[in-house]
């Protein structure tokens, strides 16, 4: 009939769209006995667990993240501050670990200590930090986006400097997918924690909700005065006007979202360093793009350069550098 055709086809294009959608029925009734004005036929972003509710997942598929409360106690937020700390003094070496520096204190004089450093990538060989990466009750969450078999991808510590006035701190608006050669999209998730209260003083994230539906857009680094970090590329083009929601999160709050969701991070108008660990994680049964031809070449150039003099070869493939980075967190390592 005349209401059920579109929205036959509507089902049946999204499916194709997303192989990995699941066309899920609710009992009779259950939107209306909680109280919600819709409900989808199908959920594409989050998979039947016992661990989000339903408003959890709606919401999700709706908003593309989703903010649970003191998920990370205190305690382990301590341990990782402390490593962090120990990191920058340098007393412990750990392989592959990269330490970044912003662009406004690059060339001042060296210190050992945190002011120099604005974020730390790739600790996945840091036993004391990797910790953080298979925490259970952050794997429960996972796992309703990647599925049982799960893969840590990347790891970052954001550590955003007092802007140096130039407002360099800010991290511009992006998707975490142009980073990743792997797909299916839907499968992957980044989980964000604040090791302390963050607000819109200190430059918590931004978000575009529901930004997550649309496709990758080009990126590249802004054209910004004050000089723009290592890597910080952004999204060429994004609707200015679209909703903004500022995270403001306290200390072991939980952030996870989708890669294709547009986020970013303002000014640190405090004299802190604003502090947050984070996660990007895989589905093992994702696989390996490959992305010539695709907005995801200069991030790949860039990528490969880098990867190459830091391994002294001659050539690692955009590929390679994920593969040497990926840690089995759950689960069997399938295809990553
Ligand atoms: O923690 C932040 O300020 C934003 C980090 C971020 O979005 C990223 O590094 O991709």
New binding site residues.
């Given amino acids: 009939d005349m209401f059920r055709a579109p929205e036959r086809l509507r089902l049946l294009s999204a499916h194709l769209e997303r192989p990995g959608a699941r066309i899920v029925s609710f009992p009779p009734g259950l939107e209306a006995r909680r109280g919600l004005r819709w409900a989808p036929l199908y959920f594409a972003y989050t998979l039947e667990t016992d661990v989000l509710s339903l408003e959890q997942r709606l919401f999700y598929e709706q908003n593309g993240f989703i903010l649970i409360k003191g998920l990370v106690s205190e305690e382990d937020v301590d341990r990782f501050r402390k490593e962090f700390e120990r990191l920058c003094r340098q007393e412990v070496k750990i392989p592959g670990l990269v330490m970044m520096r912003d662009v406004a204190i690059l060339k001042s004089e060296f210190v050992a200590d945190q002011k120099a450093v604005s974020?730390i990538q790739d600790f996945q060989e840091d036993p004391e930090l990797f910790r953080y990466c298979t925490l259970p009750q952050i794997l429960r969450y996972v796992e309703c986006f990647t599925g049982p078999n799960i893969m840590a991808m990347h790891t970052?510590l954001?550590n955003?400097p007092p802007d140096a006035g130039k407002k360099t701190s800010r991290?511009p608006m992006?998707q975490?997918l142009h980073y990743f050669p792997f797909r299916p999209v839907d499968k992957i998730v980044c989980a964000?924690t604040a090791m302390e209260t963050v607000n819109r003083q200190n430059?918590c994230?931004v978000v575009l909700p529901g930004t997550h539906t649309g496709t990758l857009h080009e990126h590249d680094y802004p054209e910004w005065e004050g000089g723009v970090n290592k890597m910080?590329h952004g999204v060429r083009d994004y609707n200015p006007q679209h909703p903004r929601v500022h995270l403001e999160m306290e200390k072991g709050d939980t952030v996870f979202f989708h890669p294709l969701l547009i986020?970013?991070?303002g000014t640190n108008q405090t004299q802190g360093f604003?502090k947050?660990i984070?996660c990007h994680y895989a589905g093992a049964d994702c696989y390996y793009i490959d992305v010539k031809g695709t907005t995801q070449e200069n991030i790949e150039k860039e990528v490969s350069e880098i990867a190459a003099r830091k391994f002294a070869l001659d050539q690692v493939t955009f590929q390679d550098s994920w593969a040497f980075r990926g840690r089995l967190v759950q689960g069997e390592r399938i295809s990553l």
Avoid: C, F, Q, T
């Fill in positions: 974020k970052m954001i955003k991290h992006h975490d964000w430059g994230l910080y986020h970013g991070s604003r947050a984070s």
